[in-house]
């Protein structure tokens, strides 16, 4: 373990700036401009799961009570959150610590949504991501999604890209990754899997894949936000001192009942952390669909890491790798001091002084 004063003064304050953070989860809407294949929102029919809620006099008095909850940094999904961006300002004007995921297509103007982070999907690279994600709500198909979103964020400081590597896309991952440095952005790794796959098969498979992405890491250490123990958590689906599944699994409903058994089991969850549906009452389980034998979700594996310090720090040199993971976790995010910008604020802050 690494005690020096230095390393003990990064691990305090972002430390703080995790306990600063709470978050939740809000479908914003039920619709969406695209028909992704294998979006687990569609499959699992979220979108008839609930009515959605568009008095905006009634969201504003929800995203009110939600801030009175404690609630600062809300992670609006969908559907398609940029669908509907006078909900979105309701959200930022309550909640400082604003994130929305999108697939890209429709543009977030600057203008009144400057400290917003923006997290752009992007699913296998090359043409894997047309094939996947670039289908119309009628079921027409198109071209250039991913064209599309890096036009739309070109250096775009709130804007980073989950990108969902798949090992069927291996041959794209780094021409992804270079146009996305290219365009000015940053972006986190993601896991997309091929479920009917199982076995050693995928075993190995995962395992070449983890050797792709941290020789990215290694190569683009700036535009990859991704640390290598996440990259290995996310692609083994566990780590030295435990297995990511339901019983683990931090990101979810507080508040469900069918979440009970899971507040039991001893490992720690993220404080006040509900997934509200488009009716913004009505609790889905967690963050995703709910299946969690299939679940590598990003931020799920993220945030596994990040409340499971005292396990990290058991490890050789767990207090840098814990408060490593936390900087970089937290890097993605505009609204943060780990931001770039805000880094680069500081510097210049300091230098006219």
């Not at 970089?328 to 780990?338: G, L, N």
Request: hydrophobic share 35%; net charge neutral.
């Amino acid at each position: 373990m690494d005690d020096s004063k230095d390393m003990k003064a990064r691990f305090k304050a972002v430390r703080n700036e995790a306990s600063e953070t709470r978050a939740s989860l809000y479908h914003l809407t039920n619709q969406c401009n695209l028909r992704c294949k294998g979006c687990w929102f569609f499959e699992n029919e979220f979108d008839v799961a609930s009515d959605e809620l568009n008095d905006t006099s009634r969201l504003e008095a929800r995203v009110k009570d939600e801030a009175g909850r404690g609630v600062n940094a809300p992670l609006l999904i969908g559907g398609e959150p940029a669908l509907h961006l006078d909900r979105i300002r309701i959200f930022r004007k309550h909640m400082p610590k604003v994130s929305v995921s999108t697939n890209g297509l429709r543009r977030i103007p600057i203008e009144g949504f400057e400290d917003i982070t923006i997290a752009i999907s992007v699913f296998g690279g090359g043409p894997l991501d047309d094939e996947l994600r670039a289908i119309g709500p009628n079921g027409k198909r198109f071209a250039g999604l991913f064209d599309k979103a890096l036009l739309n964020y070109r250096n775009d400081e709130r804007a980073g890209f989950v990108y969902a590597v798949s090992i069927d896309g291996i041959a794209y991952i780094e021409d992804t990754v270079r146009k996305i440095q290219d365009n000015g952005n940053r972006l986190l790794f993601n896991y997309y899997s091929p479920y009917d796959v199982a076995g050693p098969l995928r075993r190995r498979g995962e395992e070449q894949l983890l050797d792709v992405l941290l020789e990215l890491k290694a190569k683009y250490p700036e535009t990859v936000a991704s640390h290598p123990y996440y990259l290995a958590a996310l692609m083994r689906g566990e780590t030295a001192w435990g297995i990511f599944d339901h019983t683990s699994c931090p990101s979810v409903s507080e508040a469900h009942p069918q979440n009970a058994t899971r507040f039991t089991s001893g490992w720690p969850a993220l404080p006040k952390f509900n997934a509200y549906r488009a009716d913004m009452h009505t609790l889905a389980r967690c963050c995703t669909s709910g299946e969690c034998a299939k679940c590598r979700d990003s931020q799920a594996v993220m945030s596994w890491l990040l409340v499971n310090a005292k396990q990290v720090m058991q490890e050789d040199d767990g207090l840098r790798t814990w408060t490593e993971v936390a900087e970089s976790y937290f890097s993605q995010f505009v609204w943060s001091r780990y931001h770039p910008r805000s880094r680069l604020e500081r510097i210049s802050s300091r230098t006219m002084q």
